[in-house]
């Protein structure tokens, strides 16, 4: 059962997010009013969605049956994906494109009724979150938990197999100009005779047993060690690739955990900031108490002395009297 800061998350992620930030700062403020410190620091920590993700979390939350749909087609994509099965994946692919048509409608249709003008909805950032959450799991685990901040994005889709390669050790043009890498109907480098027919220089009657073999090895030899080279080669660029992803990578976490940390030292300076304009308003109500204080003392303080007086004077009055009756 969700604890009371979850229904106000939830409350919080569900409403337009031009809102959120007031709401956030009164559910803040109640909790530390109630004591409740953790609550209040889980609260600060959430971050105002943009209107995309906003749109997705409302089908996160108020449809949550179309989100473990999604999860089930991304588990059948990939799977049909990594084991090459075309026609099943054809199949998915159509349904993927057909599901995620639907999802954008539920979408707009919640964020309507939600209060949010048509005109103004970015469709196509949601379109291209639930793309991606059917690409990537985490960012299907992102989207389930309704609580996305920002749309996302994928360039391909799910997980791409190695594409199974077809050596191609027949080099020659289809022009017929070279065979092997020796010019057709020339002489030879590799020692054979230049004079005889046009039939690639051998002599008219053909070429021995022994000079057509050492020929069928030498082209052989020498396509094995283009296809070698060429395998070096992609080798050596998909490694050059994977060094760049992996820095690439590498400085995007970076980047992501220093604008984490700038959002989270403003927020804290925000709070900071709100911490001493409370605590300002709080001395200066109490300052008004007790200056208010003062001043009904202060006319308590000639109140007494004004009775002072008069008892004074009363006793004098009354001592007069005595004297009198004494004579």
């Known amino acids: ?7 106000v998350v939830r409350r919080l992620y569900e409403a337009p997010p031009d809102g959120f930030v007031a709401a956030r700062a009164a559910a803040i403020a109640e909790a530390r009013q109630a004591g409740d410190r953790d609550a209040a620091k889980r609260l600060a920590a959430l971050k105002k969605p943009t ?11 108020r449809r949550p049956e ?15 994906q990594r084991d090459l099965r075309g ?3 054809r199949e998915l692919s159509a349904q993927r494109r057909q599901f995620v048509s639907s999802l954008v409608v539920a979408a707009r249709k919640l964020a309507v009724a939600a209060g949010a003008g048509l005109a103004k909805l970015p469709l196509g950032e949601v379109e291209a979150t639930f793309t991606a959450a059917l690409a990537e799991p985490e960012i299907a685990e992102q989207v389930r938990t309704g609580r996305l901040i920002r749309a996302v994005s ?17 080099d020659s043009p289809a022009d017929g100009s070279s065979i092997g890498g020796f010019p057709a109907g020339g002489s030879a480098t590799g020692g054979f005779p230049a004079s005889g027919s046009a039939t690639g220089g051998f002599p008219a009657g053909g070429p ?5 073999s050492a020929g069928s090895g030498r082209e052989a030899d020498l396509a094995e060690q283009r296809r070698r080279e060429r395998e070096l080669r992609t080798e050596r660029r998909r490694r050059e690739l994977e060094r760049e992803l992996n820095t690439a990578t590498a400085a995007e976490r970076r ?3 220093q604008l984490e940390r700038a959002e989270d030292a403003e927020r804290e300076a925000g709070h900071l900031v709100e911490d001493l304009d409370a605590e300002l308003a709080e001395l200066e109500r109490r300052r008004t108490e007790a200056v ?16 002072a007086a008069e008892a004074r004077r009363r006793v004098g009055d009354v001592q007069a009297a005595l004297d009198d009756l004494h004579r």
């Open 255 to 257: 980047a992501d955990r």
């Open 66 to 80: 179309l989100i473990e749909e999604l999860v089930d087609l991304s588990t059948a994509l990939r799977a049909a």
């Open 87 to 89: 026609d099943e994946l």
């Open 1 to 7: 059962m969700p604890s009371g800061t979850d229904s």
């Open 208 to 212: 021995s047993p022994e000079v057509a």
């Open 51 to 61: 209107v995309a993700a906003w749109v997705v979390n409302l089908v996160a939350l």
């Open 292 to 307: 208010a204080d003062v001043a009904r003392r202060k006319a308590a303080r000639r109140t007494a002395e004004r009775e």
């Open 154 to 170: 994928h360039s391909g889709f799910g997980e791409v197999p190695r594409p199974r390669l077809r050596l191609i050790t027949d």
